[in-house]
């Protein structure tokens, strides 16, 4: 205590804003931005760890020439150059466009379709919509295995089907004969897809109030003309989103691709990421199995991007 009571009115007061300022990490923790931070970097560290990683070392690999067990050497633009020679890797690049374009229109129109039934009250639905999404729940390869036994020009169902209904004496061979087995590639890509388009788009269906539809045939629409122009423009950003998927999961297809037919007869059925795979892991080419996985990136970029300036433009 002190003994001058002038000198003590005249000393500052004690600062307690330091104790305001002393660091709390529950306090720091719940700031918005900090949270959403500490949340996005787990996914970020794996994205990283095992997708940036691996599409950084290709990247690499697609520069140099790396036979399996030798040391690689660095070749610049090499890689792409012999590509560009490849007539079956311009062969993999045509099936792929032929592939994935077939595919999703099929697959978009038939979705499109399953998805206005699936919108239709029948006894049942709840049931029938759980056994259409057995194509895309059961494992690729399980079901391509199947389809192998389907497509059997033996003992296939398919053939044994047009013999007994005697359209056929001797059923064709579908994985032997090269345009047959592009057709068969597609089918089997397009039934395995078409749940995920008829579910989703259902889902949009089930957004679009049912007022628009009431208003639309109290002015004297029909059927076509309401779905014309009442439920299809609203359905677009849906049909948009869910085409844009398709086209990137169907344009790297590998598993199907290659249980079915393993890029053949002849190379009829190869697919870029199908030839990659052969020419890395069949060929032991390292680097050039790199460069035609690397050059599947900017054909894809460029489809997205046209599809990205046509909806802008629309």
Known sequence: MSVNPVLDAARPA???????????????????????????TPPLLFLLAFLGYPFCYGVYLSFVNRPVAQPATFVGLGNFV????????????WNTFRFTGAATALKLVGGLGMALVMHQNFRMKGLTRAMLLLPFIV????????????????????????????????GPSWLGNPTLA???VILVNTWRGLPFFGITILAGLQTI?????????????????????????????????????SIIFTFFDFQLVYVLTGGGPANATHLMA?????????GGQLGLGSAVALAMVPVLGLV???????????
Not at 225 to 232: A, E, I, S, Y
């Open 139 to 170: 494992p690729t390869v399980l079901s391509t295995v199947a389809w192998q036994w389907i497509l059997d020009p033996g003992m296939g169902l398919i053939n044994r089907g047009l013999m007994y209904l005697g359209l056929v004496q001797h």
């Open 14 to 40: 004690p600062q307690a804003v330091a104790a305001g300022h002393r660091f709390r990490p529950r306090e720091w923790l719940e700031r918005e931005a900090v949270f959403s931070w500490l949340m996005l």
């Open 182 to 184: 592009m057709v068969s």
């Open 209 to 245: 109030p049912g007022e628009l539809h009431e208003s639309a045939t109290i002015d004297g629409a029909g059927t076509w003309q309401r779905f014309r122009h009442v439920t299809l423009p609203l359905l677009m950003p849906v049909i948009f989103i869910v085409t844009t998927f």
């Open 274 to 282: 199908t030839y990659a795979y052969a020419v890395s892991m069949g």
């Open 304 to 314: 997205l991007l046209a599809m990205s300036l046509y909806v802008r433009k629309d």
């Open 82 to 93: 012999n590509l560009w020679h490849d007539g079956i890797f311009w062969q993999a690049v």
